[in-house]
Every structure is written in C-alpha cells, then in structure tokens.
C-alpha cells in the first residue's frame, strides 16, 4: 500500500565517513552498518519535496516543503537500506504524521529552500532555523547531467530501495521506489553546519570534517510504501 507519492527534486548529498560508535547503538541485531572499503558513513540530504500526497490525498499548504535529513547506511541480509537519525521539515503537521504514523524522527523548524538556473549551471541552497542561528547548505552543479555506473560511489549512496526504523524495539521496514537518478557534476559546494546545535554533543566530533562524497542529483518523482514489521 502506497502511503505517500510525491516528487524529491535537486537533492544534495555530502557524505562523510564517521566513527562507528556513533551509529551502532541506532541499530537492532539484525541490522548491520553498510561498509564501503571498511569505513562506515552518513549523508546530510537536503532537497524539496512537490506535489506532496499521504494516501493519495493532497493536502492543501503541504504539497510543497524542504527537508534536510541525516541519514546512515544498514544491510539487512542482502538488502542495502537507509537509516534517519534527523529529518528536518519546516512544516510542523508533516512532522507531527510522519513521527506518528511512520515512526520516523522528524522535527519541525524554520527553513527556506532556493535553486537558481543557468543554461550551464545549477545551483541548489538550503536555510536551516535551529537553536538561534542559520545553518546553510548551498551546492553548483554543472550541466548537462549524466547517470553513473552502478558501480561508482554516487550510486553507492544515492540509490536505495529500502528504508528502515525502529519502532518500540522491533524493525520497520518500507519501500521507496523512484526510477534511477542522473547526477550534475559539483562544481562547488558549502557546508555551514553546526554539528552538535542540530544533532547533538555527541556529533561535534563532526565539526570540520569534509565530506568524502558530495552529489547533486535530479531527483524524480517518488513511491513510498506502507511499512512492515520484522522479526
């Protein structure tokens, strides 16, 4: 069952490699971290949702919205999936539903979202109201764009059909479905982000680190399915 459709549009990924101990106690037992070359990471996502639908309804004032989310990488078994320690949305109903129905840890707060267009470049950037100042996320990428292989790092961590939570001690697991996304080539990039004011004490180990990966991806309309409990 479908429980939300909606487009995801001019997604930017920073990716950074973290210190395990900062994701193992977000998982279950039957979780593990989704290594690359032994290293584990996490991704700051920020993109736009359109045309916004819960159960096919579209509700008037919430179609169209930013999100910012902080999102690691599990298998379960052979799947590879995605995990969210944040996911920041302006709109405090849509957090409300989402912490309510899908057990997902959305948390409401100011932000603005702005893409300006050349016929060689875009150019995507974030604002993010939290704990009395801004933190800005703002990347150029360079047209035309292009789909990597399968195998590149891009792929790696753009492309992921399932999503997993935890909900009084039991896994979660839903569905997203979205054909494969082309990628700009970053031109530039800037990462203005107080670690711990948005995430807690425990991430400003974070704090000027650089990111391994950066992506800015078309993005495309999107299905999410109702989830399921494991185990």
Known sequence: MKFLTASWSHLFLATFAVPEELLKPRLVSSLDLDRREGQCFVSLVAFDFLDT???????????????????????????????????LVPKRWVAW???????????????????????????VEHRIEMNGRIHRLRAVGQKPPFVPSPDSLEHFFKEHEWGFGVAKGRLLRYRVRHPVWAIYPVQSYEIDLNWAEVYGPQWNVMQGQQPISTILAVGSPVEVFWREKLG
């Open 97 to 123: 539903l989402a912490r309510r129905l899908y057990h997902e840890p959305y948390l409401a707060t100011p932000m603005s979202s702005e893409v300006r267009e050349t016929d060689r470049t875009l150019e």
């Open 53 to 87: 639908r819960v159960f096919g309804i579209p509700w008037p004032g919430y179609r169209r919205f930013p999100e910012l989310n902080l999102r690691f990488y599990v298998r379960y078994g052979e799947q590879r999936g995605v995990m969210f320690l944040r996911e």
